[in-house]
């Protein structure tokens, strides 16, 4: 158990449709990182935020957008779904602001677009 | 961001070292060698990072090359519970904000 909490851990909805995905970091980890996982893709960057500050972006689509709360959960909103959108999503987290450090990963949220 | 080359599969025995390479030949100086693993079904995993001497943890041993340019991953003893996807990642110091995970190498560990 990495202490990172995902949820839901499966999600199964329709085209065009909006989700929103919750990540819990650690216990006082202030970095939050989220990861999309196809299978045609593997694991690609998203965006990292740090302390409610973004710190990082990565090739994150436009209908997706993501906010780190002042609680430091994160949550990242997917919008106007495709059938392409159909991925694991991970989220990690870190005390750090840089990557210098381990990052612990969830189990992720496996997302099915029909 | 500096590339890394890691062969796409390996196969290892049971209670076998595993040694696991990856080539980086355009790796700066303050670039880092992060290694993670991901388990199937599971989220990736951290194993061990460096920056120029070689690390041990309780899971695994990380030799760096005197240049640089590669490095190894080594699980002394492996176990099925070692199959994976492993990843060996670079992270720059003004851009270490990240982590790019590139297609790994796959280790099947046979009983």
């Known amino acids: 158990d990495s202490g990172v909490t995902q949820t839901p851990k499966h999600l199964i909805t329709a085209t065009g449709q909006r989700v929103t995905l919750r990540c819990s970091p650690r216990s006082g980890d202030l970095s939050v990182y989220w990861y999309q996982q196809s299978l045609d893709q593997g694991l690609q960057f998203l965006i990292h935020?740090?302390?409610?500050?973004?710190?990082a972006k990565g090739n994150i689509l436009e209908r997706f957008s993501a906010q780190q709360f002042p609680d430091l959960h994160s949550e990242l909103n997917l919008s106007s779904l495709e059938l392409g959108d159909s991925a694991l999503y991970f989220c990690?987290?870190?005390?750090?602001?840089?990557?210098?450090?381990?990052?612990?990963f969830g189990e992720g949220s496996r997302l099915t677009v029909l | 961001d500096a590339k890394t080359t890691q062969p796409n599969s390996m196969e290892s025995n049971e209670e076998e070292p595993v040694h696991l390479p990856c080539n980086h030949s355009t790796i700066s100086g303050t670039d880092y060698i992060h290694w993670y693993r991901q388990l199937p079904s599971q989220g990736p995993e951290y194993v061990i990072h460096?920056?120029?001497s070689n690390v041990n943890n309780r899971m695994a041993s990380l030799a760096i090359a005197e240049d640089r340019k590669s490095s190894t991953l080594i699980l002394h003893r492996a176990t099925l519970r070692d199959a994976a996807v492993y990843y060996c990642?670079?992270?720059?110091?003004?851009?270490?904000?990240?982590?790019?995970f590139g297609a790994g190498t796959t280790v099947t560990v046979r009983a």
């Open positions: 460096g920056l120029t």
């Open positions: 990642i670079l992270s720059h110091t003004a851009n270490d904000y990240k982590l790019s």
């Open positions: 990690a987290s870190s005390a750090f602001s840089r990557v210098a450090g381990e990052l612990f």
């Open positions: 935020y740090y302390n409610g500050e973004e710190r």
